[in-house]
């Protein structure tokens, strides 16, 4: 497996090995969690390319799609006309055969809402078969090949392999199709929304005419949703707030650390939920999951229960740590939308605490100027703003990189106190400096921004430890 150590890559390399093959390995480096899951697999890995790794010839190699032309393994495996496959080519040729395919896709949500489906069937003794793009903490990991009918799928729209472009969620064939969201991301793979969207309606028309689409049906959900289940030779089924959706939440009601609401189907009550997590988003996520679970003969009991006891994802508003009373938390968010729901979802959860909303630009969009003018909306909701270095910067041009100074003087313009600086150490100064007893320091990226969390937690313990305070 060359890139070994990728977010997916790892994953599929313990599903192959549970399958009964021999694994290995490369990655120009590999970490934790990814690195101590490969080593409790007992999966050997090297941290660095080189041709020699492919003698003797494996049977297989599965290429990740972050690896490109010019990599030692790649250009040896081409000279020597070995055997390779995409990660998405294997599932769709090893694990989806002969399996009722549940496709969890859309721009926000699909990681947590695929996390809570592969919950829901195994709360139901379903048996489920699942790969989720980050860690189901219910699990402890990020899949399951209980052996049951279903495989339940993160529909991911970036490209296979360096020679295959296409979205992954083309080879995953959906019996079972969610789309919980559309909106303009992956700017290094799209020119443009239009082509974004395409993307989906193609998805759309591969479900078979037994299958089901399941789509987030509110007029804030826009045309772009609606012009995809067009598309569709099977029923579609819309969920969300609004009447006239199939499926409807209300009375939604922020409850502690979660969330209480009730679900109403055509108009008649079907259920009373609670979440152990808050922000429409998730009641939104819940609502798919619920839908698709429900369609597939799974009692109400089993998903009121599910739901319930459903412990979301890793890095989604994860507390890391308390030091003196302030509170960091860590999420994932590298969308300008997602960056609101997140900080929305804080304020309900934490409404007392002031809000510093700390982002890196990261993510292969939110490097670019694409999300230039969104953000400054999306972060004012915040109380204090602190914004890192663009990731990679040197990678894109100045007529191409976003401007955190830029955005930062955006936000102030909007009446928020905003700085953009160098990166997380910098970032950890003035929190440790500015930072009071009752803050929250809500800490936003789609990568390890340098370390931040442990970074600040330890700084805020080191400070505060002759008043006797510590990180929990």
């Not at 694990?95 to 395919?101: I, N, Q």
């Not at 989720?132 to 296979?160: C, H, K, M, R, T």
């Not at 083309?170 to 239009?194: G, M, N, R």
């Not at 929250?440 to 080191?462: H, Q, R, T, Y």
Request: with cysteine; net charge neutral; glycine share 10%.
């Amino acid at each position: 497996m060359i890139g070994i150590g990728g977010s997916a890559m790892s994953p599929l390399a313990g599903m192959l090995r549970e399958r009964g093959y021999r694994v290995t390995g490369s990655d120009a480096g590999v970490y934790p969690p990814a690195s101590t899951f490969l080593e409790s697999r007992g999966i050997p890995f090297t941290q660095a390319f080189d041709s020699a790794h492919l003698t003797p010839a494996p049977d297989l190699i599965v290429v990740g799609n972050a690896i490109s032309r010019g990599n030692a393994e790649v250009e040896e495996m081409l000279d020597r006309k070995l055997s390779y496959r995409s990660l998405p080519e294997i599932l769709e040729e090893e694990f989806l055969p002969g399996k009722h395919s549940i496709v969890v896709s859309g721009t926000h949500g699909k990681t947590t809402t695929t996390a809570m489906l592969a919950w829901l069937f195994h709360v139901a003794k379903k048996r489920p078969n699942f790969l989720v793009g980050g860690i189901a903490e219910n699990f402890g990991q990020a899949y399951g090949l209980g052996g049951g009918e279903e495989f339940i799928l993160e529909g991911d729209e970036y490209d296979s392999a360096y020679w295959d472009k296409a979205a992954k969620f083309f080879h995953y064939h959906p019996d079972d199709l969610v789309i919980t969201s559309l909106e303009f991301d992956h700017a290094d793979i799209y020119p443009d929304f239009e082509t974004y969207q395409t993307a989906f309606l193609r998805l759309v028309n591969l479900v078979p005419r037994r299958g089901r689409v399941v789509i987030w049906g509110d007029r804030e959900a826009g045309e772009a949703l609606l012009k995809a289940s067009a598309k569709a030779f099977c029923p579609v089924i819309r969920y969300g707030f609004e009447p006239g959706n199939d499926w409807i939440a209300t009375n939604v009601q922020t409850d502690g650390d979660g969330m209480t609401f009730a679900v109403q189907y055509k108009g008649e009550p079907y259920a009373e939920i609670r979440l152990n997590s808050t922000g429409r988003h998730n009641v939104l996520n819940a609502l798919a999951a619920l839908i698709v679970a429900q369609g597939r003969g799974i009692r109400r009991e089993a998903i009121q229960e599910a739901l319930a006891t459903f412990r979301s994802v890793k890095r989604r508003m994860d507390v890391k740590g308390e030091v003196a009373g302030i509170l960091v938390v860590d999420d994932f968010a590298h969308h300008p939308t997602a960056v609101k729901a997140t900080i929305e979802a804080a304020r309900s959860r934490w409404p007392d605490r002031r809000l510093w909303a700390v982002l890196e630009p990261r993510s292969n969009s939110m490097r670019r100027k694409v999300f230039q003018d969104a953000l400054p909306g999306a972060l004012a909701l915040g109380d204090k703003v602190l914004l890192g270095g663009v990731n990679r910067a040197a990678q894109l041009s100045d007529e191409q990189r976003l401007n955190p100074e830029t955005v930062a003087e955006s936000i102030r313009k909007l009446g928020k106190d905003a700085r953009a600086l160098s990166g997380a150490d910098a970032i950890a100064e003035v929190l440790v400096s500015e930072a009071k007893p009752g803050d929250l320091v809500l800490i936003m990226s789609n990568g390890s921004f340098d370390g931040l969390c442990e970074k600040l937690l330890k700084k805020l313990a080191a400070t505060h430890s002759t008043t006797g305070a510590s990180a929990r």
